[in-house]
Nanobody, 120 residues
Framework: QVQLVESGGGLAQPGGSLRLSCAAS????????MSWTRQVPGKGLEWVSG????????HYEDSVKGRFTISRDNANNMVYLQMNNLKPEDTALYHC?????????????WGQGTQVTVSS
């Protein structure tokens, strides 16, 4: 069955960096787009970034453009989110998600998430 396991979250100071990782299994990873989403208590799920199945293109939510970078390693079934210049408003539970298609868009599986807290 599809499994997505995130890691790399933690506490960071404003302006700091974290790198999130997601290990995928149970499906042909290289055929599907992958995304990162985040959830803040009391607020809805927010899409953050997506990457094409072959890694040829990426998309970002406006508030993270220029600060976050999504990447993937199809040989090892991994997807990453490098987060730089972190802001307190980036505090959230971050999930990786499997796409339904080879391009980012609809998703059908999510991991349990990894908590990111940005605070001084």
């Amino acid at each position: 069955q599809v499994q997505l396991v995130e890691s790399g979250g933690g506490l960071a100071q404003p302006g700091g960096s974290l790198r999130l990782s997601c290990a995928a299994s149970g499906f042909t990873f290289s055929r599907y787009a992958m995304s990162w989403t985040r959830q803040v208590p009391g607020k809805g799920l927010e899409w953050v970034s997506g990457i094409y199945a072959d890694g040829s293109d990426t998309h970002y939510e406006d508030s993270v453009k220029g600060r976050f970078t999504i990447s993937r390693d199809n040989a090892n079934n991994m997807v990453y989110l490098q987060m730089n210049n972190l802001k307190p408003e980036d505090t959230a539970l971050y999930h990786c998600a499997k796409g339904v298609y080879s391009v980012p868009g609809e998703t059908d599986y999510w991991g349990q998430g990894t908590q990111v807290t940005v605070s001084s």
